[in-house]
């Protein structure tokens, strides 16, 4: 068996997925929502999930392991960068003052988000309850403007489009992701 098969043979029904799709707790056999709003909320929760399902079972030092010089990034660093990212849009959507950063960054280049994850349980979990409360306060903001169409903050941003911009940062993170994940212990994403 080569390489690949080897990696591959992990999986038990469907080799080259990350879960069996009887297993998979992003899958639902029902009908997809009714309307936009949850439709872009379901979207959101499948690339959350994801993100959590990638991360999966490692411990510390797995999860603050570096892909490849110069690159910061991690999977312990992509939980802290949503996080940050979830506190960025929520204070997009109000017009008081914004909430501070949570991993530092800004102007002088730091990327405190990559660069703080270092390899300790304690780190990760505060990653873990940084992400989960980002995203609630975000989900909680949002969920009291229904109109798609509603602009929201300073700068005017449309619900809809906050909506899309948040799956499309997880789409992209989840992708990276299945990299650093097959990078740790060969297992691969679907």
Not at 4 to 11: G, H, Q, V
Not at 41 to 68: H, I, P, W
Not at 133 to 140: L, M, P, V, Y
């Amino acid at each position: 068996m080569d390489e690949r098969s080897a990696r591959w043979s992990r999986a038990t029904v469907y080799p080259d997925m990350w879960v069996d799709p009887d297993d998979d707790p992003r899958n639902s056999d029902g009908v997809s929502p009714d309307g936009e709003i949850a439709t872009l909320q379901d979207f959101l929760s499948n690339y959350r999930a994801t993100l959590l399902m990638k991360c999966e079972g490692l411990d510390a030092e797995q999860m603050a392991r570096r892909s490849v010089p110069p690159s910061t990034m991690s999977l312990l660093g992509l939980v802290r960068h949503l996080a940050e990212v979830e506190r960025d849009w929520h204070n997009w959507i109000g017009d008081g003052e914004p909430l501070p950063k949570l991993y530092g960054g800004g102007d002088d280049g730091d990327d405190g988000d990559f660069d703080g994850a270092v390899a300790e349980q304690a780190e990760v979990d505060a990653a873990y309850a940084a992400l989960a409360r980002e995203q609630a306060a975000t989900d909680a903001a949002l969920a009291e403007h229904p109109d798609l169409g509603e602009r929201l903050g300073k700068d005017g941003f449309a619900v809809r489009e906050l909506l899309v911009h948040r799956i499309e940062e997880y789409a992209r993170h989840c992708g990276h992701a299945d990299l650093l994940r097959e990078r740790i212990d060969g297992r691969v994403g679907q």
